[in-house]
């Protein structure tokens, strides 16, 4: 069920609009299914409307205008209801619609339950799937109605009645969810030829920057190098750094003026101080020095992601936010990083689990600190020649999106569920795309078939529980190379077998043979010669912000004035 909510000043218009059958063809048997007292004028059964409408009203407003003889009613003193069923739930009966009623305007303040000087309010019923409930805000002892939160009250009650009553139960928010677009910026976007609002476009380039970034200077600079893009630092009076405001350049006011958006504006995790307790809480990576030989950052950010689904599983769920929050910068930079093939089910990966980043719960950002720090590793290198590299992290992606989706499903976060289900989509293809290549190169190096005995003996010894199912995995070839060349390279199989076993359990893995491949891969890579860091500005690839801009992988070359 949907509760819509307002405010007015026009106790008669609203009555008329509820018992009218002319204007509003689902207007088909107005009348009365319960009010304040329960024998409050009914217009829609009576042979006289329109005294009977007039009594209504006066009866409505009886204590608003005793307030107003006192100067204490409220200017907008109509409070207007509507209750709508799903179009799969059953039609209800008139009396189940007026318990409904009661508890909404009980839960709300309306009128609480027992309580004598509540206001009064009567619930029409013009059609079978829904009712408006018309109240006026002054109680009996003349005081202003107490409804504060009336939606987030009305919301909960409705959950509750979905789960009596039977009916379809609605997924629901937290107001933790970013700005939708507004049917005139949809149709301004529509209008110049782009597929999204400008709201959109600049949330994902600064979720983009802010995953590059590890300053709120550098933040900027990369947003001043990002074609399309205008940004504005705004300051207190002492100079210190008050906000920012973003604006895309293909989209402009009547008056040629920027439309400016606050950080806050785009999402509630872009504004200035969420953006700066984000970037201080960066693990600086090991300085490079020629000579010494490093991990790759890859590595690094997988093996860091799968210890989330771990982390999720402990009790602290401060920490479990910031790991999510983390995470999902994490996606939110992959589509600068990866061939373009996979980029457009990367982006909306990265656009769908920007819902499961937050929550009500308030993310502690140092116990992530690890995951941000690969991360911007990750940025500073080169676009990775070996597909294994990427399909390796986003196969513990896929089980991070798993765990974050049980986990947010525990707290009833519905909405995040959602969105989280809808990122599995867009990883597992981006996956399976990225994994299909390095896949088949390791099964056309087949071994010999006594080597490839003595890795299903290790299998059963190792893995029992699994070991069936990996074996009869198409992905066992594979495996059995990467075995074997492990083996060949001077690593004990057995040793690595069970540490990629120990590492994450398997019973979450679409395919376990996949799973134990990446791990061994990555147990057995070599650590890499140290090479000079590059200039951030250098290696930042430009986010789209319109349909006509450059690819994501193109430098920034815009040497317009920037605000």
């Not at 301004?188 to 970034?213: C, F, H, Q, W, Y």
Request: glycine share 4%.
């Amino acid at each position: 069920m949907i509760a819509k909510i307002s405010s007015g000043q026009d106790t008669a218009g609203l009555v008329r609009y509820l018992f009218d059958t002319k204007k509003a063809k689902d207007h088909t048997d107005p009348h009365l299914v319960a009010s304040w007292d329960g024998f409050a004028p009914d217009p829609g059964r009576t042979d006289d409307f329109d005294a009977t409408k007039k009594l209504l009203v006066a009866d409505l407003n009886l204590h608003v205008k005793q307030a107003r003889r006192l100067g204490r009613a409220p200017e907008k003193h109509t409070w207007h209801c509507s209750i709508r069923a799903a179009t799969t739930d059953r039609h209800l009966s008139d009396k189940e619609w007026a318990d409904i009623a009661r508890r909404i305007v009980a839960t709300t303040g309306i009128a609480p339950e027992g309580d004598p000087d509540g206001c009064r309010w009567v619930a029409v019923r013009h059609a079978p799937d829904h009712i408006h409930i018309a109240a006026t805000k002054v109680r009996a002892d003349l005081s202003a109605a107490r409804h504060w939160n009336d939606y987030l009250t009305a919301d909960r009650e409705l959950a509750a009645i979905e789960k009596e009553y039977g009916l379809f139960q609605v997924v629901r928010g937290d107001r933790t969810a970013a700005k939708r677009p507004t049917r005139a910026e949809q149709e301004k976007a529509r209008r110049s030829g782009n597929d999204k609002p400008a709201r959109e476009r600049l949330r994902t380039t600064i979720r983009a920057a802010v995953a590059a970034a590890t300053s709120t200077e550098e933040f900027i600079h990369l947003l001043n190098h990002t074609d399309g893009v205008l940004v504005e630092v705004i300051h207190f009076p002492s100079g210190d750094v008050r906000g920012y405001k973003f604006a895309s350049q293909d989209t402009t006011t009547a008056d040629k003026e920027p439309v400016w958006f606050s950080g806050s504006e785009l999402a509630p995790d872009l504004s200035f101080p969420r953006i700066q307790e984000r970037l201080e809480n960066i693990e600086p990576q090991p300085t490079n020095q020629p000579g010494r030989r490093r991990s790759n950052p890859w590595h690094q950010a997988t093996a860091t992601a799968e210890g989330i689904p771990h982390r999720l599983d402990q009790a602290d769920d401060e920490a479990s936010q910031a790991h999510l929050a983390a995470f999902g910068e994490a996606l939110d930079a992959l589509p600068l990083l990866v061939p373009q093939t996979l980029r457009p089910q990367l982006r909306e990966a990265a656009s769908a689990f920007e819902r499961a980043t937050r929550s009500r719960i308030r993310a502690e950002h140092h116990h992530a600190r690890a995951l941000r720090g690969a991360v911007r590793a990750m940025v500073r290198e080169p676009a990775p020649r070996d597909g294994a590299v990427v399909a390796m992290f986003l196969d513990a992606a896929i089980l991070v999106v798993i765990a974050a989706a049980r986990w947010h499903q525990l707290h009833r976060h519905d909405q995040q569920v959602t969105a989280a289900h809808q990122t599995l989509l867009h990883l597992q293809a981006a996956y399976d795309h990225a994994a299909a290549a390095p896949l088949a190169a390791l099964a056309q190096r087949q071994p010999p078939q006594q080597a490839v005995e003595r890795q299903i003996r290790r299998l059963r010894q190792v893995v029992p529980d699994h070991a069936e199912q990996v074996i009869a995995d198409p992905a066992f070839d594979a495996l059995a190379v990467a075995l074997a060349e492990a083996e060949a390279a001077g690593h004990d199989p057995e040793r690595l077998l069970q540490q990629a076993a120990d590492q994450r359990a398997l019973d979450d893995a679409g395919s376990a043979a996949r799973v134990l491949i990446w791990r061994i891969q990555r147990l057995t890579a070599p650590s890499e010669p140290s090479t000079p860091t590059l200039d951030s500005a250098s290696t930042w690839r430009t986010p789209p912000t319109s349909t006509r801009q450059p690819s994501a992988q193109q430098s920034a070359t815009s040497g317009q004035r920037r605000r």
